[in-house]
């Protein structure tokens, strides 16, 4: 268990979590919801699928999509354009400026961790999911494969122009607290602290404990879906309380666990704790069924993805309480009622009396008008 440390976790799934910080942070939640944004989102998530369409047939008569890796490489390509053309969308900038307003580095990260390593992860996650329910790529490849390449380029799409917008929001003089790059993350890890160290450990410990369990009593097929479920179960749960154990600020994280309502603590267990370990389950099945080409029979292979998903789990959500504790301790905290995500709205708006402060202040407008449509 020694490998299962904070920063080596970070490095297996550390792009998915822009996912996590556009959809639990208020502030980011905020930028990206707005009518206006989602309207061009539709219409940016809309094309890459037909494109990623157009070149799946293409690539039929000259490649071999049976192939797990060539499929995997054509859909991380076709990913990795995706993401650059939705970001410049959502950034408002010329392909020419990119570079000199962002720098080589954000572009490179929007290159390769959105677009490539977030498009091949997908990937998996649509192959492990169907072969779950019987629809095996090794054996029926062009069903899967047409799906493996036009729903990671939606979601490639959707996430790369949110965060171009957030980056043109800051450009335009609206800070955020967090941009989700994964830096606050990084700067945590640089000071890995006994609690999160130990929250970390408690997830992945517990998840193999479970595993190992597991593996005694079911074999086959069956094994995978105990396995998921489980371990799905006790790696939500874990990151929930991850979740208080980091926005406590040094308090007893039980104290924000018992002032909160049971529903709102359900929402967050749902979304993203449950959600989001069945995902990185998944795309681990994945790897280990197509990339490594090895069956799922394996205890020790159990027992080690299980152990990922439950130290990712709990990392990701400790330093999401973490940053959410830094929104709270802002001059003009957000409130509640302007949060229309039900998983965000009261486990993590806490003031809903509160108004925007100045950094929203640009925003006031149309956050008087979400404030309406959310009472109403």
Same mark, same amino acid.
């Given at each position: 268990m020694s490998c299962l440390n904070p920063a080596s976790l970070s490095l297996v799934t550390d792009n998915m979590l822009h996912r996590l910080a556009l959809r639990v942070l208020p502030s980011l939640t905020l930028a990206v919801t707005e009518d206006s944004v989602r309207t061009r989102k539709r219409l940016v998530m809309f094309v890459p699928g037909l494109v990623a369409f157009a070149v799946y047939r293409a690539a039929k008569h000259g490649l071999s999509l049976a192939e797990p890796v060539t499929l995997l490489l054509l859909s991380g390509a076709v990913s990795l354009v995706t993401a650059i053309c939705a970001y410049r969308v959502g950034r408002a900038v010329p392909f020419a400026q990119l570079?000199?307003?962002?720098?080589?580095?954000?572009?490179?990260?929007?290159?390769?961790w959105i677009g490539f390593v977030y498009g091949v992860q997908l990937s998996l996650l649509v192959l492990a999911l169907l072969w779950l329910v019987g629809y095996d790529y090794a054996q029926h490849p062009d069903g899967p494969a047409m799906m493996a390449m036009i729903i990671p380029s939606t979601a490639v799409a959707r996430d790369a122009f949110e965060i171009g917008y957030v980056?043109?929001?800051?450009?335009?003089?609206?800070?955020?607290?967090?941009?989700?790059? /994964? #830096?606050? *993350?990084?700067?945590?890890?640089?000071?890995?602290?006994?609690?999160l160290a130990g929250w970390v450990a408690a997830g992945a410990v517990s998840c193999v404990g479970f595993s190992m369990l597991l593996g005694a009593l079911f074999s086959g097929d069956m094994a995978v879906l105990a396995q998921g479920a489980v371990v799905t179960l006790a790696a939500g749960t874990i990151g929930l309380l991850a979740f208080f154990a980091g926005q406590g600020n040094g308090a007893p994280w039980m104290a924000g666990l018992s002032s909160t309502r049971w529903g709102e603590l359900v929402k967050f267990w749902w979304w993203p704790g449950l959600a989001f370990?069945?995902?990185?389950?998944?795309?681990?099945? /994945? #790897?280990? *069924?197509y990339v490594l080409k090895q069956p799922m029979s394996s205890s020790g292979l159990f027992a080690g993805v299980a152990g990922l998903v439950g130290g990712v789990m709990a990392l990701y959500c400790y330093y999401l309480g973490h940053r959410r504790d830094i929104e709270n301790r802002q001059p003009g905290g957000v409130p509640s009622a302007l949060l229309r995500c039900p998983f965000v709205m009261g486990i993590l708006g806490k003031s809903r009396e509160a108004t925007a402060g100045t950094a929203l202040s640009g925003s006031a407008a149309v956050f008087e008008k979400s404030s309406q449509r959310a009472s109403s």
């Open positions: 570079v000199r307003a962002d720098g080589a580095r954000r572009i490179g990260w929007i290159l390769a980056r043109w929001l800051e450009a335009n003089g609206r800070p955020f607290m967090t941009f989700p790059d /994964g #830096a606050g *993350l990084r700067a945590l890890l640089a000071r890995v602290t006994p609690a370990a069945s995902t990185y389950y998944l795309v681990l099945v /994945g #790897a280990c *069924l």
